[in-house]
């Protein structure tokens, strides 16, 4: 039976393998950034949306989204994939980019959901706040699964398996 500082050591250990450089986080960060607002840019133009103002503020989002996913994704493909396969390290890579890049979009979107429909909720940190809160959160971040996601397609995807490629290609 291993003992529990050796496993806290060891695991340790893992996480420290596991981060990815600074310059490889940052980097990925912008170019991620890049390609996730890109992909929502040229969907929205080629929708003939809204107006300019709003295109440009829907593509931020979501090049934020991607910039604060991709360190997040890197470190969580990084730590799954340790000593594995390429095989493993590509499908590691393709669901943690995946699904940071969701959750961090859905979660900048949601906040500013929050934001527009904080005037009709009820004064902060009461029980009504908390649970308009809770409910206003969850609804934008249904929303933002059921409409949002299609922004990424088909660059986002393409962003993603090239990603994913060169991830598990470093791994080797």
């Not at 969907?43 to 107006?51: A, C, E, H, K, R």
């Not at 493993?88 to 890579?93: D, F, P, R, S, Y």
């Amino acid at each position: 039976m291993t003992s529990l500082p050796a496993m806290r050591s060891g695991v340790l250990d893992r996480i420290r393998k596991a981060l990815p450089s600074p310059s490889a986080a940052v980097c990925g960060a912008l170019l991620w950034a890049a390609a996730m607002g890109a992909s929502a840019l040229v969907n929205l133009l080629l929708d003939d949306w809204v107006t300019p103002a709003n295109i440009r503020f829907v593509s931020l989002l979501y090049a934020a989204g991607g910039a604060l996913a991709f360190p997040v994704g890197l470190f969580l493909a990084r730590l799954v994939s340790l000593g594995r396969h390429w095989q493993v390290a590509l499908a590691a890579a393709f669901v943690c980019l995946l699904a940071t890049t969701i959750g961090f979009t859905g979660g900048l979107f949601a906040l500013q959901y929050r934001s527009y429909y904080a005037q009709w909720h009820e004064p902060a940190l009461t029980i009504g706040w908390s649970i308009q809160f809770v409910h206003t959160m969850a609804t934008a971040f249904y929303q933002f699964i059921v409409l949002g996601i299609r922004l990424y397609f088909p660059l986002g995807f393409i962003a993603l398996a090239l990603a994913s490629i060169w991830f598990a290609r470093q791994q080797r």
